[in-house]
């Protein structure tokens, strides 16, 4: 999918995610390490929920677990990569400790699914993302000795009814899916194939879940999907009314109906498209306070003819265009977005024109990559992958400077500055410091003062780093 949050990001592509929730001593314990998007990480959370009803209880400790279980990416080829170096390590555990039952989730189950279970020998169970539900079934299968897998993708399946159990160890920010799949088919992307067609989620099961969520302490929650601004909820692709007795939503309505659950509670959403993303969105954000001044909008290219052979449904002029109408409606907002360098036959001059658009729009963060063509996707079918691997990495390098000196002269301007920020974490460097994010998603480090994880704090900046803000206390607005 596209990229998300900063909290757990793309950028951290292949990075892992080992999750924990509440141990129970008399159940059997299941290790699950999420890769690649929010979107996974959002599933694992599902997967949890289904184990626990099955007796299975989480564990950070892969020595105890029972069952291991990896949610995978196959975004790009690295990321594939990673997951396959984790299962090799895992088949000697397995060798040492009989019983001992390895499953693989998420996107690479589909494509990998018979080199993983025959060739490689390395798993015992593969589920894709529209199967957890048959998770318990799958396992009473391979307790028993056989290889299952379930990879089926579904037109239907959001999920809507599982309570997910919070992996996430702050208790302060979680993630709310609203829809599944993708039917953009942009071509250099897997996406499409792995998790399938779009739908959305009933949207009254996510306001009670954002709902949930605030009685229980959480402060903000991020509404996900593979392209937030085509949810639609009792409406054909074509816009057509499906139940006249239903109202119909859309991601700009189901905004308003999330932002009013309760001031205190901040919304943020990814990933928004450029070809979809309407003024409407940018009005609701406008119009409420807790809806958060960050919008994560890929460009990918700022080449009309590469954006084409991408196909992204927009141009270079359109994308600024959508850049102009969040500066004048949203003048607060920050925008962040990806970008791939190295397309299929992209030339010298399509990459000046990434850097330029990149001068004129002057992104707060990216998340950057160099083209890693994907099996069956349009681009591989279509183009040659004929950019050398060496020009795909300058132009990456060259990207990635224009961004960091883009995203100091952005700090350096918010030096003096107060904002509100949410407490979500004591700071990695510093045991006396917090954590917390403004609406407009940059970080912020500061003292903890009397503060708690949770607390809204208003700071001002006084500093920063490559990477964050430094800040000190103002006043407290209100916890
Ligand atoms: N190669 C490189 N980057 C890719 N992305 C998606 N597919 C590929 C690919 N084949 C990037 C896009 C997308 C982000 C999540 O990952 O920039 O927005
Ligand atoms: Fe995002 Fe395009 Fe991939 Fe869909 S197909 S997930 S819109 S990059």
């Known amino acids: 999918m596209e990229s998300i ?106 494509r990998l699914k018979n080199a993983l279970l025959e060739e490689e020998k390395l798993v015992d169970l593969v589920v894709g993302p529209d199967a957890y539900r048959d998770l318990p079934n799958l396992l009473h299968k391979t307790e028993g000795g056989q290889k299952s897998v379930n990879v089926l993708l579904s037109r239907e399946e959001t999920y809507a009814d ?9 208790g302060v920010t979680a993630f709310i899916s609203i829809t599944r799949g993708c039917d953009n088919m942009c071509s250099f992307c897997v996406v499409p194939f792995t998790r399938g067609r779009e739908r959305s989620r009933n949207p009254l099961t996510i306001v009670a879940e954002a709902r949930d969520l605030f009685d229980r302490g959480y402060r903000e929650v991020t509404l996900l999907g593979q392209n937030v601004d085509s949810y639609r909820w009792n409406m054909s692709s074509k816009g057509e009314v499906k139940d006249p007795n239903i109202p119909t939503t859309n991601f700009a309505q189901l905004m308003e109906m999330v932002g009013q659950v309760n001031p205190k509670l901040r919304v943020r959403f990814s990933t928004s498209h450029p070809k979809d993303m309407g003024d409407d969105v940018l009005e609701v954000i406008a119009k409420y306070e807790n809806i958060c001044d960050y919008i994560h909008l890929p460009v990918q290219s700022g080449n009309s003819e590469v954006l084409k052979k991408m196909n992204r449904g927009y141009t270079r002029e359109w994308y600024l265009n959508r850049i102009e109408a969040i500066k004048r409606i949203l003048p607060e907002a920050t925008i962040s977005t990806d970008i791939i360098t190295g397309f299929c036959g992209e030339t010298e001059e399509q990459h000046q024109d990434t850097l330029s658009l990149m001068e004129e729009v002057k992104f707060s963060a990216a998340y950057m990559y160099k083209y890693s063509e994907r099996p069956k996707t349009l681009a591989e079918r279509k183009y040659e992958d004929n950019v050398p691997e060496e020009v795909k990495q300058r132009r990456l390098t060259e990207v990635i400077e224009v961004q960091h000196k883009h995203q100091l002269e952005y700090f350096k301007g918010e030096i003096g500055k107060t904002y509100e920020v949410l407490v979500e974490r004591v700071s990695k460097k510093s045991e006396d410091e917090f954590m917390g994010r403004n609406s407009q998603s940059s970080s912020c480090i500061f003292p903890k003062g009397n503060y708690k994880i949770g607390d809204y704090v208003n700071v001002k900046i006084i500093d920063c780093t490559k990477a964050t803000l430094i800040a000190e206390i103002v006043e407290e607005v209100r916890s």
Do not use: H, W
């Open 5 to 110: 949050e900063k909290t757990i990001d793309e950028s951290k592509q292949g990075e892992v995610l080992v999750l924990e929730s509440n141990p129970n001593k008399n159940s059997k314990k299941l290790y699950l390490e999420s890769y690649g998007c929010a979107m996974n990480f959002s599933d694992s959370e599902v997967v949890a929920s289904i184990l626990e009803k099955n007796g299975y209880s989480t564990t950070r400790n892969i020595d105890e677990s029972d069952l291991i279980l990896l949610n995978t990416c196959s975004i790009r080829d690295k990321a594939e990569q990673t997951v396959r170096k984790r299962l090799t390590t895992f088949k000697k555990m397995k060798k040492a400790k009989p019983g001992l039952m390895v499953g693989v989730l998420g996107c690479m189950a589909e």
């Open 162 to 170: 599982i309570s997910p159990v919070r992996l996430d160890q702050t």
